[in-house]
Nanobody
Framework: VQLQASGGGLVQAGASLRLSCAPS??????????RAWFRQAPGKGREFVAA????????YYPDSVKGRFTISKDNAKNTMYLYADSLEPADTAIYYC??????????????????WGPGTQVTVSS
């Protein structure tokens, strides 16, 4: 199963974007624990952006995006969203969505996730 992220684009600093993520085929089983957004800027490693537990809806953010980004989900549509407000040039990256099947592992760590997608490009101009 692959996750499909969409909604990226080229925007000016201060603008907003809404990213979406859904499975490209099939659906996850009910035991899916959480989904998350990571990003990777050119020449840098993959960075945790946000995560949400699929049943409880508990959100997790790093300090770098707290207060500007909001993660949400629609269980009926099997879709996760990332509302990115007050975008800055430093937010420029490929944004990936991921899913983890169990509670095992750090929810903020990319190594804990089982499914990934190809990502969507977000470019913020100054």
């Amino acid at each position: 199963v692959q996750l499909q992220a969409s909604g990226g684009g080229l925007v000016q600093a201060g603008a907003s974007l809404r990213l979406s993520c859904a499975p490209s085929e099939g659906t996850f089983n009910p035991s899916t624990y959480a989904r998350a957004w990571f990003r990777q800027a050119p020449g840098k490693g993959r960075e945790f952006v946000a995560a949400i537990t699929w049943l409880g809806g508990n959100p997790y953010y790093p300090d770098s995006v707290k207060g500007r980004f909001t993660i949400s989900k629609d269980n009926a549509k099997n879709t996760m969203y990332l509302y990115a407000d007050s975008l800055e040039p430093a937010d420029t990256a490929i944004y990936y969505c991921a899913a983890k099947r169990t509670k095992t592992g750090n929810i903020r760590s990319e190594g804990a996730y089982d499914y990934w997608g190809p990502g969507t490009q977000v470019t913020v101009s100054s």
